[in-house]
Nanobody
C-alpha cells in the first residue's frame, strides 16, 4: 500500500513560518513530479506548489514569493517552507504526486494561522 506521510503542521501567528515535510515511496518519488496541496474548510483541494524530478518548481499565485518547495532525492522527501503566513493559508496540507492519484492521499497535516 502506497502511503505519503506528512508532518510539520501546527498553529502559528500571522506572519510566522512553518516547514512541512513529506516522506514518499521511492518508486513514486523517483519518477513523478511531486506536489503539495491544501484543502481549507468548505473549499476544494488545490495545488499549492509542485517540483519536477529535475527540480523545476511551480507555485500557485496565492503563495508565490512566500512558499518554497524542495525535494531531497536521496531521502525521498519533499518539503514546503512557508513564510509570511496568512490566516487564509489555514488548511489541511497534503503531498501527492502531480497530477495526484486519488488512492495516494494521506492524512495530511493541519496548518492553522491565527492570532
Amino acid at each position: 500500500q502506497v502511503q505519503f506521510v506528512e508532518s510539520g503542521g501546527g498553529l502559528v501567528q500571522p506572519g510566522g513560518s512553518l516547514r512541512l515535510s513529506c516522506a514518499a515511496p521511492r518508486i513514486i518519488f523517483s519518477i513523478y513530479t511531486m506536489g503539495w496541496y491544501r484543502q481549507a474548510p468548505g473549499k476544494q483541494r488545490e495545488l499549492v506548489a509542485s517540483v519536477t524530478t529535475g527540480g523545476y518548481k511551480n507555485y500557485a499565485d496565492s503563495v508565490n514569493g512566500r512558499f518554497t518547495i524542495s525535494r531531497d532525492n536521496a531521502k525521498n522527501t519533499v518539503s514546503l517552507q512557508m513564510n509570511s503566513l496568512k490566516p487564509e493559508d489555514t488548511a489541511v496540507y497534503y503531498c501527492n504526486q502531480h497530477p495526484p492519484y486519488s488512492n495516494y492521499w494521506g492524512q495530511g497535516t493541519q496548518v492553522t494561522v491565527s492570532s
